[in-house]
Each structure stands twice: as C-alpha cells, then as structure tokens.
T-cell receptor, first 113, second 114 residues
Framework: NAGVTQTPKFQVLKTGQSMTLQCAQD?????MYWYRQDPGMGLRLIYY???????DKGEVPNGYNVSRLNKREFSLRLESAAPSQTSVYFC????????????FGDGTRLSIL | KNEVEQSPQNLTAQEGEFITINCSYS?????LHWLQQHPGGGIVSLFM???GKKKHGRLIATINIQEKHSSLHITASHPRDSAVYIC????????????????FGKGTKLSVKP
C-alpha cells in the first residue's frame, strides 16, 4: 500500500535554482493538494487540483507552479527558489465529496541557501 | 485572524495521565479532522467527524457543532503518544475562498514522559 509518494525526501538548493517536487497517489483519488509547513504555523495550502485537468491557487501560491499530469500525479515547481521557500512540503490526496479523510505523503524537506 | 485555534500549544504529561487537546473554529465546516504528526515524520489522519463522538483505542474525539468546538482525548497516555496533534476543518464546497479545502490549526506538541 504505497498511498501518497513524494520525491525527493530532502533537497538543498541555491537561490535562483529551479526544481520540481513530485507526488503520486495510487488510491484513485480525484483531488490532490500541495501544502507547506513552517515552524509555528499550521499547514498552508499552496495549490490544489480538485479534479484531473483543473488546478487552483490556495493561500500561498506565489513563487510556485503546479501541473496535474494525470489522475495519479501532481507536481509542484519552484522556478526560481528563494530562501523564504525553505520549508517542509506535503502532498495530499482525497476523494473530494466523500466521507474519507485526506491522505498525506511523508513530506519533502527543502532548504534554499 | 486564525480560523482554527488549538490549545494548549505545548503539553507535557506523565505516562498514564488523561490528556485533552482543544480545538475551536470560527468558520462553517462540513467536517473536522484530527491528525497526528510524529517528529520528522508524515501526517496521519486519526479521526474525521461531523457530529458527536468517535473512539479508536485510547483516543476519543468529540465535536460540538453549535459551540464550534472539538476535543481530542487520550486515555492512559504512553510515551509513544508523543507527537504533534493537528486539528483541521473541512470547509463546505460552496464556502468562500476555501471551497471544500482544509484549514489547519497550528498544532499541539504533546510530550509524554515515562
């Protein structure tokens, strides 16, 4: 039971570099989410995809782009990384409209120097 | 403004103690989640509830929709319960800018000493 798989688990970047965080789920969920978690703050929604083919901004979308590649995969891209984007990133998925909870990946710890 | 408030922020208990973590929210919800996050680890859903009470092992979650309040109780606490417990509310599909999404509290860090 893989659930939600995120890669990589850790990454260090220099300011201005770009990178893509990958997320895949094998539960046939229609909705997928990207969050960031910072010390002293709750999880904050960056972008979400309510269904395949759609994406929408969350609370903190600036500096990020997303792609819902297919029903399974939802990637998060940092085009020009900034130190303020140092955070732990979580991907999650759920069957929107169901009575089931969101399932989370193990997180990606990203440091921008 | 924080739409989801948890208390306390930090909690230290002795093994065996009864623990209560509180969550208050100010928005309309369709459901409320309690999540658990171990140090350096992923996030696991403990409960999802929209009314009444749910029990799983030593964990009990209650919600009062009228008072916009939920509690998570841990009976006979154990060091392995040490984790951050997060309350999150699921907004309805037609709710403002957070349509059908989760809004998270900042978490309660629980440490249970042997």
């Amino acid at each position: 039971n893989a659930g939600v798989t995120q890669t990589p688990k850790f990454q260090v970047l220099k300011t201005g570099q770009s990178m893509t965080l990958q997320c895949a789920q094998d539960m046939n969920h229609n909705s997928m989410y990207w969050y960031r978690q910072d010390p002293g703050m709750g999880l904050r929604l960056i972008y979400y995809s309510a269904s395949e083919g759609t994406t929408d901004k969350g609370e903190v979308p600036n500096g990020y782009n997303v792609s819902r590649l297919n029903k399974r995969e939802f990637s998060l891209r940092l085009e020009s990384a900034a130190p303020s984007q140092t955070s732990v990133y979580f991907c999650a998925s759920m069957d929107r409209g169901s009575r089931q909870p969101q399932h989370f990946g193990d997180g990606t710890r990203l440091s921008i120097l | 403004k924080n739409e989801v408030e948890q208390s306390p922020q930090n909690l230290t208990a002795q093994e065996g103690e009864f623990i209560t973590i509180n969550c208050s929210y100010s928005v309309g919800i369709s459901a409320l989640h309690w999540l658990q996050q171990h140090p350096g680890g992923g996030i696991v859903s403990l409960f999802m509830l929209s009314s009444g009470k749910k029990k799983h092992g030593r964990l009990i979650a209650t919600i009062n929709i009228q008072e916009k309040h939920s509690s998570l109780h841990i009976t006979a606490s154990h060091p392995r319960d040490s984790a951050v417990y997060i309350c999150a509310v699921l907004t309805p599909e037609n709710y403002g800018g957070s349509q059908g999404n989760l809004i998270f509290g900042k978490g309660t860090k629980l440490s249970v000493k042997p």
